[in-house]
Every structure is written in structure tokens, then in C-alpha cells.
């Protein structure tokens, strides 16, 4: 059976004209370039999207790093602003609080002449009843602006808040190193001290 299709196959060539044998030939040869130009073109497909994909992907990266420069830009801008919100506020605080602390300290030598006058004015006299009343007016009113007297008397002495403008011996060895006579009353404003109570240490 075979052999008779071979030989069917080849009184058919026998039977074609030359120029029919050429194109035959050329159509075999299409037939089998075919394959090879399909896989050539998949080939060059797939190269092109492995390069779209690269090209893809440098691009996210360089994204990535823009977006966390914008990032650490905005983080400093905001920590810049928020230290600046926080110091103007503890500013305006300040400010509050202390507004009147030069007034304040202008105030402090009138009432240092007032109990001045007032320890050498007599018991009883009524000049001294009327300047009693205003000491004590103009002494709340400035507490309420925070004021407050320094208790230094008997204290340990301490530069903090005590400025010794004299020593003199101690009287006994438990009053060494603490104050025994205040010359000037010294002043809080606010916890703050506005001024320095000048004392007489002992020794």
C-alpha cells in the first residue's frame, strides 16, 4: 500500500512541470520557516515585556525613594513647627504669668520704706493704723498677682535664695550656717525668685 502511494506520489512529481516543482519546493520551505518565525516573534515578545516589567520596577523604586524623601521633608517641617507651637506657648505663659514682674519689682523698695515706717511709728497711733491698712491692701493685691514674701529667717542659708551681704559668729554651734538677721526681705513671683533676700549669716 505504501509503495503504491509512493509511486502515486512520484508519477505526480513526474506529471508537474518544472516551474509547479519549484513552487511546491517553496511552499514546503514557507511551511517550514514558519515554526521558526513564531518562536522568533515569542521570543521578542517576551524580551519586550521583561523590559517593560525592568522598566516597570525602577520606576516604583525611584517612586519609593521620592516618597520617603517627601516623607522625612514633612517629618522635620512638622517637628520644626511643633517645637516652635511649644516654645511660644510656654512664651505666652511666661508672659502671662510674669507680665507685671518690672512693675512689680519697682513696687518692692515703696513697700520696704512703708514697714520701715511702720516699725518706728508707735502702737496706737492712728497715722500707723492707716498705714497698716494700706501695706496690707497693696500686699494682697500683688500676691494675687503671684507674689509671695521669702520666709528667710532662722532658714539654712542657701545662694539660691539668700545673698549674705555680712558674717558674724554663731551664737551656738546649731545656728552655724543659718541666717540670723534679714536686712532685706527677699520676694517669690510666681515660684520664681523676683528678689534675693539679703541676709546676715552666722559663722
Known sequence: MEEKEKDSKFEEEQDMTPNEQQ??????????E???REDHSRKARKKRSERQVEELNTKVEEMGH??????????RIYSEY????????LEKA?????????????MLPVIDDMERALANMADG??????????HKNMLNALQQKGLKPMDAMGAKFDENFH?????????TPEAKGTVIDVVKKGYFLNEEVLRF???VVAN
Open 23 to 32: 513552487s511546491s519546493e517553496a511552499q514546503e520551505e514557507k511551511t517550514n
Open 34 to 36: 514558519q515554526p521558526d
Open 66 to 75: 521620592k516618597l520617603a524623601e517627601m516623607n522625612d521633608k514633612y517629618m
Open 82 to 89: 511643633e517645637n516652635y507651637r511649644k516654645r511660644t506657648s
Open 94 to 106: 511666661g508672659l502671662i504669668l510674669n507680665g507685671g514682674k518690672d512693675v512689680i519689682k519697682l
Open 125 to 134: 497711733d492712728a497715722a500707723k493704723e492707716g498705714m497698716l491698712l494700706i
Open 163 to 171: 545673698e549674705a551681704i555680712t558674717q558674724i559668729p554663731a551664737p
Open 197 to 199: 533676700a539679703q541676709v
